[in-house]
């Protein structure tokens, strides 16, 4: 009986204090089309759903963030859930933990997820002034908009939870002979039909790879619609490769076998 309670309480302990805020560093390629040579070899760094409130010590993603900078990565894209919104405190708590944000050598970017919306994902006013602090903190946020920087053209969608979901604005005009690179927060929108014949990656999180998993067993709570996608590389076969980041941040203090991450691609030309 010993056993097996001080068992289980050595897992809830780690569940709880030891891999919420054990983040991986996750090193992947990207090939992408019409890369520019001297982009080859360069590095894409993401960070996803930092989820900045009351909910957990968040001088964790500060350090984490202190610790991603020492890797100099050439680009950063940030995939958005920057908020845990409870109340205005969290706007003045990101505006805190910005002051560390890891910033690209060549630049960096961002789109906005259903958190950023307050509540209900419905408070335009909120995602305004979370979009202002991260622009301020030298986030170029692209709410269905694109940006071409240095021979990579960013193309950022806003959140499909959210009241701003146009990808059409920006799919409609987007420019095929770039090296192109889609942010979408909710994979759920790979599903829909915004796409315009887009092939190549997006970056997407959302999922927090569940947060929790069973070994052999898939994650159990995912806020998606679609269920098959919960983590890491997916090839979706028709040109487009899904990336899902399990997220740096977390809405419960809970993970199991779903550590936190932070990926670093390097780019190749397909
Ligand atoms: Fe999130």
Not at 22 to 27: F, H
Not at 240 to 267: C, D, H, M, S
Request: glycine letters at 8%; a negative charge; proline letters at 3%.
């Amino acid at each position: 009986m010993l056993g097996v309670f001080g068992t289980g309480l050595i897992k809830g302990l780690y569940t709880w204090q030891v891999e919420p805020f054990w983040a991986e560093y996750v090193k992947k390629k990207m090939s992408i089309s019409n890369l520019p040579e001297e982009l080859v070899g360069k590095t894409l760094m993401q960070i996803s759903d930092i989820h900045i409130g009351d909910h957990f010590n968040y001088n964790y993603i500060i350090d984490s963030f202190k610790k991603a900078q020492k890797l100099s990565p050439d680009y950063v894209a940030y995939t958005s859930d920057y908020i845990h919104y409870d109340n205005d405190n969290q706007l003045n708590q990101l505006e805190e933990v910005l002051k560390y944000a890891v910033k690209g050598k060549i630049a960096s970017v961002g789109i906005l997820g259903n958190h950023d919306y307050g509540r209900n994902w419905s408070d335009k006013i909120i995602a305004e002034k979370v979009s202002m602090k991260l622009s301020q903190n030298g986030i170029n946020v692209l709410n269905n908009d694109q940006k071409e920087i240095e021979g990579l053209n960013f193309i950022g969608f806003d959140d499909y939870l959210g009241v701003n979901f146009k990808p059409q604005d920006v799919m409609q005009n987007y420019d095929k002979s770039k090296a192109n690179i889609v942010l979408c927060h909710n994979l759920d929108v790979c599903d829909l039909d915004v796409w315009n014949g887009y092939q190549g990656w997006i970056l997407a999180g959302h999922t927090h790879g569940g947060q929790c998993k069973p070994p052999f067993l898939n994650a159990s709570v995912l806020p998606t619609l679609n269920k098959r996608y919960t983590q890491g590389e997916i090839d979706l076969f028709d040109g487009r490769t899904l990336y899902i980041n399990r997220a740096l941040g977390f809405k419960w203090q809970v993970r199991f076998n779903v550590r936190p991450e932070i990926t670093i691609f390097t780019l190749e030309k397909a």
